[in-house]
């Protein structure tokens, strides 16, 4: 199946650093990314829809100046956490739909811990 | 989107077959049934998907009745490996649309 690659898988910062969270669909073109958070033991939260060329959609909630979302490319979208806090630690999930197959794939997810 | 419920958690033993029963009593017609696979510090990963009657795949089997208001994710003989949370969504299969996730169901698999 297709697949969404997301980079890095972890990463550790200090407060008040910015992460930069990338995701990348590797061989279809996808004009909507979607960004989730989840916490443990609990299910995956919608946070913004991401729109190639235009600007990312926030559910309510969610910080859009703290949580910066860029869709450059129909093959890639990122996900810049600024000014991170500890409350900001999770793991992060990028998805994609490919419209050939008409079926939404998720990235392996990104672990942020910030100390 | 419709909402789902899923059973919080099931336990089976090696080789036996599970069938998990996911409720979307509100499902609209434009609606389809997807579902994933979850393991811990890992992102979804798709199963099987489909709209009416039955889905099969190399993976799974997909049940849906007539009446669409639930629908039931058959795994064949399973093992210590899937273990796993599995998530049922209801959506409608279109560009944009995210999925919206509900609490989902803990396979707990033993030997």
């Known amino acids: 199946g297709a697949v969404v690659s997301q980079h890095p898988s972890w990463v550790i910062c200090k407060s008040g650093t910015s992460v930069k969270i990338e995701c990348r669909s590797l061989?279809?073109?996808?004009?909507?990314m979607f960004w989730y958070r989840q916490f443990p033991k609990q299910s995956l939260m919608l946070m913004a829809t991401?729109?190639?060329?235009?600007?990312?959609?926030?559910e309510q909630g969610v910080e859009k100046d703290k949580f910066l979302i860029n869709h450059a490319s129909l093959t890639l979208s990122t996900l810049t956490v600024t000014s991170a806090h500890p409350e900001d630690s999770s793991f992060y999930i990028c998805?994609?739909?490919?419209?050939?197959?008409?079926?939404?794939?998720f990235g392996a997810g990104t672990r942020l811990s910030v100390l | 989107l419709a909402k789902t419920t899923q059973p919080i958690s099931m336990d089976s033993y090696e080789g036996q077959e599970v069938n998990i029963t996911c409720s979307h009593n509100?499902?609209?017609?434009?609606?389809?049934i997807t579902w994933y696979q979850q393991f811990p510090s890992q992102g979804p990963r798709f199963i099987i998907q489909?709209?009416?009657t039955k889905v099969t795949n190399e993976v799974a089997s997909l049940f849906i009745p007539a009446d669409r208001k639930s629908s039931t994710l058959s795994l064949p003989r399973v093992s210590l490996s899937d273990t796993a949370v599995y998530y049922c969504?209801?959506?409608?299969?279109?560009?944009?649309?995210?999925?919206?996730f509900g609490k989902g169901t803990t396979l707990s698999v033993s030997s």
């Open positions: 998805s994609a739909r490919d419209s050939r197959l008409d079926i939404q794939y």
């Open positions: 061989d279809f073109q996808a004009t909507t």
């Open positions: 991401s729109n190639e060329g235009s600007k990312a959609t926030y």
């Open positions: 509100n499902i609209a017609t434009n609606d389809y």
């Open positions: 489909g709209y009416k």
């Open positions: 969504l209801v959506g409608v299969n279109q560009a944009g649309t995210a999925l919206i």
